[in-house]
T-cell receptor, first 114, second 109 residues
Framework: DAEITQSPRHKITETGRQVTLACHQT?????MFWYRQDLGHGLRLIHYSYGVHDTNKGEVSDGYSVSRSNTEDLPLTLESAASSQTSVYFCASSAGTGKGQPQHFGDGTRLSIL | RKEVEQDPGPFNVPEGATVAFNCTYS??????FFWYRQDCRKEPKLLMSVYSSGNEDGRFTAQLNRASQYISLLIRDSKLSDSATYLC??????????FGAGTRLFVKA
């Protein structure tokens, strides 16, 4: 069955370090998204991609970057981790941008920055 | 004003009860609507799409009211396993898919 997987599931790191969260989907979806979820804010869009070599900033992109070198993967990089980036991160994918295309989510990565 | 707004709850209901959630959206151009379910510390999972004519899936009924710009989710015969957070989703697709902050439901025996 097609799926979307994130790794690691949990990570603890220190402020100032570079951190990369992996997202891999086997749906063959063109669209991929990264969200963070914090209490009181719901899901907030960090970056998204509509296809290979396409990346775009979302609502809360400062301090994050992504790259899309193939259809399956959209890694999220925190250039210099800050305590404010402690959160749960979800990757999602969808088949298209049109009406009626729901997003499917990975299991999430719990990131703690000390 | 947030683009998609939900009552955060919590809604506390007994088993077997019927419960309804509403969600309002501000962008009149929104075309895609969904309800997701999210269990504690887990990923959101698609519960159902919401169609203009309304749709039903077992005990769950979703409706869209374009004139008043809201969608609703009705759960009949609530089960303990329905306890979760329900996320309303609206938008015009792709990155313009906006998730509400969620409504918490507790179903008690």
């Amino acid at each position: 069955d097609a799926e979307i997987t994130q790794s690691p599931r949990h990570k603890i790191t220190e402020t100032g370090r570079q951190v990369t969260l992996a997202c891999h989907q086997t749906w063959n979806h063109n669209n991929m998204f990264w969200y963070r979820q914090d209490l009181g804010h719901g899901l907030r869009l960090i970056h998204y991609s509509y296809g290979v070599h396409d990346t775009n900033k979302g609502e809360v992109s400062d301090g994050y970057s992504v790259s899309r070198s193939n259809t399956e993967d959209l890694p999220l990089t925190l250039e210099s981790a800050a305590s404010s980036q402690t959160s749960v991160y979800f990757c999602a994918s969808s088949a298209g941008t049109g009406k009626g295309q729901p997003q499917h989510f990975g299991d999430g990565t719990r990131l703690s920055i000390l | 004003r947030k683009e998609v707004e939900q009552d955060p709850g919590p809604f506390n209901v007994p088993e077997g009860a019927t419960v309804a959630f509403n969600c309002t959206y501000s962008n009149s151009a929104s075309q895609s609507f969904f309800w997701y379910r999210q269990d504690c510390r887990k990923e959101p999972k698609l519960l159902m799409s919401v169609y203009s004519s309304g749709n039903e899936d077992g005990r769950f009924t979703a409706q869209l009211n374009r004139a008043s710009q809201y969608i609703s989710l009705l759960i009949r015969d609530s089960k303990l396993s329905d306890s979760a957070t329900y996320l309303c989703v609206g938008g015009t697709g792709g990155f313009k898919t906006i998730f509400g902050a969620g409504t918490r439901l507790f179903v008690k025996a």
